[in-house]
């Protein structure tokens, strides 16, 4: 069973607003921007001391005063990195690198550590990031690799949907971490609908998938799934552990159980046509009800009291058929 998940509340979202939860009559009142998420109101407000959940780097080194990073630490691809950078060449700014020189030796902090991404790290390159061999491997290994859970988790009859992450209609997932990296993996109602696989089929480092085209497959026994991917873009890492033990992805399809990393070119284009977890939230909700409909053809008809379905949804109802459920759901 994938595992259940729940910290607390952020407090912030981002620099300059907070939330909070509230109740439908709280839904309207002004100076607050109201939002449904499962069933919970939760009430957002503008607030100028609210803290940068996201720091940009140019603000952490002193550069400028208040701003939140909205790429995902991605800088090579930052539009409001590469206009700061022009007004340094023009002389009309300070780049962060010598803001920071001007610090102490041991306030010199290595950049990762300046937006909170790792721990304190000083610097020993003078902000020569293009020549430290650490930055290279925190980029292209130690943060593509670092374990990622959600935060939070909604339950639909038995199925996990978790908060921050984006929705493919092909049962598959996409979360953006730090760096720009697309972390990539099956959803739990796929996993539990088709049961634990004995492989999965997946590609190399290097090769690039396509949207709404078959990116990987999974095997069970004699049954075989395609997979459609959720994104272009180019696999930069392949979650080993799921190659030598399938079993991973059911028990974590949303943290260990993950399957690629991924580079696209232009991640919020990629973001927008996908759906985020409110919507996903919506949709698994849909996908139950005719999961539920198709059950009670072949099975009867379902607890009067709407009870939860259980793991390996195929192997307790064969009857179900694997294509029939794969065309279904998996869009394949």
Request: charged share 30%; hydrophobic share 35%; aromatic share 10%.
């Amino acid at each position: 069973m994938a595992e259940k998940i729940k910290k607390d509340q952020r407090s912030r979202l981002g620099y300059g607003s907070s939330y909070r939860k509230g109740e439908k009559a709280d839904l309207g009142k002004k100076g607050e921007i109201d939002a449904v998420l499962g069933g919970q109101v939760w009430m957002v407000k503008p607030d100028k001391d609210a803290m940068a959940a996201n720091p940009c780097l140019w603000m952490e080194a002193g550069v400028v005063k208040n701003k939140d990073c909205n790429n995902y630490y991605d800088c090579t691809s930052c539009k409001y990195d590469l206009g700061m950078k022009k007004q340094v060449e023009k002389g009309k700014q300070m780049s962060w690198q010598d803001a920071m020189r001007r610090r102490p030796d041991m306030d010199r902090v290595c950049r990762h550590s300046l937006t909170n991404r790792i721990r304190e790290r000083v610097c020993a390159y003078d902000y020569q990031c293009g020549s430290c061999d650490f930055d290279q491997f925190f980029e292209d290994v130690m943060s593509p690799r670092t374990k990622s859970m959600p935060f939070e988790m909604e339950h639909v009859k038995g199925f996990d949907v978790p908060v921050g992450y984006y929705f493919h209609n092909g049962h598959t997932w996409a979360r953006i971490e730090s760096g720009g990296y697309i972390r990539i993996g099956l959803d739990d109602f796929s996993l539990k609908l088709l049961g634990k696989a004995d492989a999965f089929d997946l590609p190399l480092m290097g090769k690039e998938l396509d949207m709404n085209k078959i990116g990987w497959g999974l095997k069970r026994k004699e049954n075989l799934a395609d997979v459609l991917s959720p994104i272009d873009g180019v696999i930069t890492e392949v979650n080993s552990k799921v190659r030598q033990n399938p079993g991973l992805a059911n028990r974590e399809p949303y943290g260990e159980g993950w399957l690629f990393m991924v580079r696209t070119p232009d991640i919020k284009k990629t973001a927008k046509k996908l759906m985020t977890d409110t919507e996903g939230f919506e949709w698994i909700n849909g996908e139950v009800k005719q999961l539920e409909g198709m059950i009670e053809e072949v099975a009867g008809p379902l607890a009067a009291d709407g009870g939860y379905l259980q793991e390996d949804i195929f192997g307790n109802i064969p009857d179900l058929g694997w294509k029939n459920l794969t065309k279904t759901f998996l869009k394949t």
